[in-house]
C-alpha cells in the first residue's frame, strides 16, 4: 500500500515505505551498519582501503601527469568490488590504447568532478568513455563515492532501478547513458532519504544505498 508521500528540497519520496525499511532492517541488524554481518560486508568489499586509496591518488595535489592518473583510474577499478568484471579489463584494455587527447579529457574530467566544475567534469568523463561504449554509471561515479563518501552516490542500475521503484521517488528517468540532471536529483534525494534516517544506516553513502538495495524488489 502506498503511504504518505513526503516533500524534501529536492524530488519526492515514499516516506511510509523508507520508514518500514528502516525498522525491518534494524530489527534484523541491531546496530545498523556496526552490527558484525554488516562489518563483515564491509570488510569483504575493502570500504575503507579503498576510500583511503582514492583519496590519496586523485587529491588535487596529485594531478600533475594525465597518464598517472589514468593508471590511478584503472587501479581503483580493477580493485573495486563495486564494478562488474565484465568491464574491468575492458576499462583497462581502453585505457591503455587511448591517445594523449583521451587521458586528458579523462584526467581532466575527473579532477573537474572531484574539485572544480561537476557538471562540467561528469559531462567530460562521459565523453571520454563513450567512443569506447564505456559510459556506464559505475565507471562514471566510482571514484567520486570513494573519494567523497558522504557527498557522492554510486550509480548501480540495478539499485537505482530498484530503489526508484520501490521508493517512489520523483526524479528525472534512469537513462543506461550517464546524464547529469539524473545523477544531480538521484543524488539529493539519496542524501534526503539518509537524512532522515538512523545515523547507524547513513556511515557513508555506499553503506546507505546498500540498505536501500537489500529493501528493494
Not at 504518505?4 to 525498522?23: C, E, I, M, W, Y
Not at 554509471?137 to 537505482?160: C, G, Q, R
Not at 542524501?191 to 524488489?217: E, T, Y
Request: with cysteine.
Amino acid at each position: 500500500m502506498s503511504g504518505h508521500v513526503s516533500k524534501f528540497t529536492g524530488p519526492a519520496l515514499n516516506d511510509a515505505r523508507l520508514q518500514q525499511a528502516q525498522a525491518d532492517f534494524l530489527s534484523l541488524y541491531p546496530g545498523g551498519f556496526a552490527h558484525p554481518d554488516m562489518q563483515a560486508i564491509a570488510r569483504k568489499h575493502k570500504v575503507q582501503k579503498m576510500q583511503d586509496l582514492v583519496q590519496q591518488s586523485f587529491a588535487p595535489d596529485a594531478f600533475v601527469s594525465d597518464n598517472a592518473i589514468t593508471a590511478a583510474m584503472v587501479k581503483t577499478v580493477s580493485s573495486s568490488s563495486l564494478v562488474s568484471v565484465f568491464e574491468k579489463p575492458k576499462f583497462r584494455d581502453f585505457v591503455a590504447s587511448a591517445d594523449s587527447h583521451t587521458h586528458g579529457m579523462l584526467a581532466n574530467g575527473l579532477y573537474e568532478f572531484l574539485h572544480g566544475d561537476q557538471t562540467r567534469g561528469f559531462v567530460a568523463l562521459v565523453r571520454a568513455l563513450a567512443p569506447a561504449k564505456l559510459a556506464k554509471w559505475s565507471l562514471v561515479t566510482l571514484i567520486p563515492n570513494y573519494y567523497h563518501p558522504d557527498d557522492e552516490v554510486f550509480v548501480k542500475p540495478t539499485t537505482a532501478k530498484g530503489v526508484i521503484r520501490q521508493f517512489e521517488l520523483q526524479v528525472p528517468d534512469y537513462r543506461p547513458m550517464p546524464y547529469w540532471d539524473f545523477y544531480s536529483a538521484y543524488r539529493e534525494t539519496i542524501l534526503a532519504m539518509k537524512a532522515q534516517c538512523d545515523p547507524s544506516l547513513g556511515v557513508s553513502n555506499v553503506a546507505f544505498c546498500g540498505f536501500l538495495m537489500m529493501n528493494s524488489r
